[in-house]
């Protein structure tokens, strides 16, 4: 597997609607273009779209709202593919790891 890319930052909180919002960013340090910047960003909202059912899932079980950032923390321009397998396995690490505080608090 490729060297991780992307990055997540998350806030949970105890409530009666469970929601989960996402946002994406970049730096602009490696990218200059606002074209490539939005190329990645789209790349990343796509993957996550697709992505997102066990995490929507675990917050209405749970009555968790999360408050979601993913970062590209990446070099270059990235193919669609490295993207989706990348937010996939940080959504996979994120479950996993609620998972385990949710087993502790219980």
């Known amino acids: ?3 991780p ?11 009666d609607t469970p929601e989960v919002k996402c946002g994406v960013g970049l730096t602009t340090k490696y990218f200059k273009k606002a ?7 789209r790349l990343l909202r796509e993957a996550y779209r697709l992505q997102q059912h066990d995490l929507n899932r675990y917050a209405v079980a749970s009555q968790l ?5 993913i970062l590209y923390t990446g ?3 990235p193919h669609y593919n490295a ?3 990348n ?3 940080a959504l996979q690490k994120l479950l996993k790891a609620l998972h385990a505080a949710g087993a502790e608090n219980t």
């Open 87 to 89: 937010v996939g396995v």
């Open 35 to 41: 074209v490539d910047r939005n190329r990645i960003k």
């Open 75 to 77: 070099k270059e321009l």
């Open 5 to 15: 890319v992307v990055r997540l930052v998350y806030l949970t909180e105890k409530t």
């Open 83 to 85: 993207i989706y397998e």
């Open 65 to 69: 709202s999360f408050s979601l950032f």
């Open 1 to 3: 597997m490729r060297t």
